[in-house]
């Protein structure tokens, strides 16, 4: 077990050996599950990537009916000129 301090920011600093057993690198994003239990016991749960991506879900309109036409994504390309 490690004891760990809350600073006056409210910023708390994972122990090294804790950081390298579960992957964590400068960045790494955790989620605090609340609520705590009876004891005060807090969860913490380590995002990885493919989590990162289910939070990106949803941003990009979802595809309705039929695909662009080749036609269609032809006139949204830039044209490109054939100097050489």
Not at 1 to 28: C, E, Q, W, Y
Request: aromatic share 2%.
């Amino acid at each position: 077990m490690f004891i760990v301090k809350v600073s006056p920011k409210g910023h708390i600093l994972l122990p090294a050996p804790v950081r390298r057993r579960l992957g964590l690198n400068a960045g790494a994003k955790l989620a605090l599950l609340e609520p705590a239990d009876e004891a005060g016991t807090l969860r913490l749960k380590v995002l990885r990537s493919t989590e990162h991506a289910r939070e990106l879900a949803g941003m990009i309109a979802p595809a309705t009916g039929r695909p662009p036409s080749l036609s269609t994504l032809a006139l949204a390309t830039p044209v490109q000129s054939k100097r050489r």
